[in-house]
């Protein structure tokens, strides 16, 4: 079986700062919201093109930084991650945090 891991990226920081070669903006609390909803959507795309989503072993949320997200955000995507992945298959979950 081959083990998967997914990468999802929060483009949002507070200040951009000038080592950093991510996409990243300053984005407002409405732009980040939006933001959520649509990777939301992605997932639900990647699950009805038949994903494997079972296999998934790995899951990293960097950025930007992720911290940015204010709790009903990352609550809202970490619900929809854990709708579509196995959490008993998860070794390694990591939030990038600044």
């Given at each position: 079986?081959?083990?998967?891991g997914i990468y999802?990226?929060?483009p949002f920081?507070s200040?951009?700062?000038?080592y950093c070669d991510?996409?990243?903006r ?5 732009n ?7 990777l939301i ?7 009805e093109?038949?994903f494997?989503f ?11 930084t992720?911290?940015i ?8 995507l ?6 579509v ?7 390694e ?6």
């Amino acid at each position: 079986m081959e083990n998967l891991g997914i990468y999802i990226h929060i483009p949002f920081c507070s200040n951009i700062c000038s080592y950093c070669d991510f996409v990243k903006r300053v984005s407002t609390k409405e732009n980040i919201k939006e933001y959520i909803d649509v990777l939301i959507k992605e997932i639900d795309l990647y699950k009805e093109e038949s994903f494997e989503f079972d296999k998934i072993e790995t899951i990293y949320i960097g950025g930007g930084t992720p911290s940015i997200l204010d709790v009903e955000c990352f609550e809202k995507l970490l619900n929809k991650i854990f709708q579509v992945v196995d959490k008993n298959n998860i070794q390694e979950f990591t939030v990038e945090f600044n």
